[in-house]
Nanobody, 125 residues
Framework: VQLQASGGGPVQAGDSLKLSCAAS????????MGWFRQAPGKEREFVAGFPRSHSATYYADSVKGRFTISIDNAKNTVTLQMNSLKPEDTAVYYCAASTSVITSSVRSSNAYRNWGQGTLVTVSS
């Protein structure tokens, strides 16, 4: 599956932003999905995700209560709604998908085979 991430941009602290990840080639059914981010000089980190069953959602502690991941199977799109943004949320955000991710590895970037190109989110104070 090919992924296309979009929706990033510059915002102020406290603002909201919605990122989208569109799939081409096939649907997200049966795919574990993840949003990851990488800030300058830091390692890529997990933000939010679904297991292959899409029956649960997982969030990093740093975004829990502020970010919401959702999936629209009809549109083959996964969104990340980001509210109450903070300067420390500044990063390039990537979406990832894979049919081979087991539930215990949803938070691991190494488990994903397919990645979007990334979209930059810049939060200023």
């Amino acid at each position: 599956v090919q992924l296309q991430a979009s929706g990033g941009g510059p915002v102020q602290a406290g603002d909201s932003l919605k990122l989208s990840c569109a799939a081409s080639g096939r649907t997200f059914r049966g795919h574990a999905m993840g949003w990851f981010r990488q800030a300058p000089g830091k390692e890529r980190e997990f933000v939010a995700g679904f297991p292959r069953s899409h029956s649960a959602t997982y969030y990093a502690d740093s975004v829990k209560g502020r970010f919401t991941i959702s999936i629209d199977n009809a549109k083959n799109t996964v969104t990340l709604q980001m509210n109450s943004l903070k300067p420390e949320d500044t990063a390039v955000y990537y979406c990832a998908a894979s049919t081979s991710v087991i539930t215990s590895s949803v938070r691991s970037s190494n488990a994903y085979r397919n990645w979007g190109q990334g979209t930059l989110v810049t939060v200023s104070s």
